[in-house]
């Protein structure tokens, strides 16, 4: 179970606490609403999805010994209205990408095939909003 507590701080600027491990995160809208002095909750689902994939496939890499480092992932959350007229998240685009060229990591396709069911909050998010996902390597090459 994974508990996080979130405090008014002003308007729509909340105060989010993890654990006393960790500092705490400022979160809000983003203006006309809020001031944009965090991340908006948009934004931490992008955030939430991304890390997970990416700390997915380093996981399944590192059974194998690979390192992908520096990995870096891009996350867009599409936005659009509803049949009501709501808005709402309708995709996240995930771009993975790894930091070596694809060659010089071994069981790659093994790896790319089984790393996604690993993501705990992906899989969760996928049954309500389509997640697309492109691995590219260090060359720009697509994997995925």
Known sequence: MTTVTLRQQSGYRFT???TDAMPDLACDLP????EGAGPSPEQLLAAAVGNCLSASLVFSLSKFKQDPAPLST???AVE??????RLRIQRLQVRIRLGK???????????????????TVTASVREAIAVELE???ANGARIK
């Not at 203006?31 to 809020?34: E, I, V």
């Not at 659009?80 to 007229?85: P, S």
Request: net charge negative; aromatic share 8%; hydrophobic share 35%.
């Open 135 to 137: 691995v590219v390597d």
């Open 16 to 18: 989010t606490h993890f």
């Open 74 to 76: 891009e996350v867009t």
């Open 101 to 119: 060229p694809a060659a010089e990591l071994e069981h790659l396709d093994r790896v790319m095939a089984t790393f996604e069911d690993f993501c």
């Open 80 to 85: 659009g209205r509803n049949e009501r007229n």
């Open 31 to 34: 203006p006309p609403l809020g």
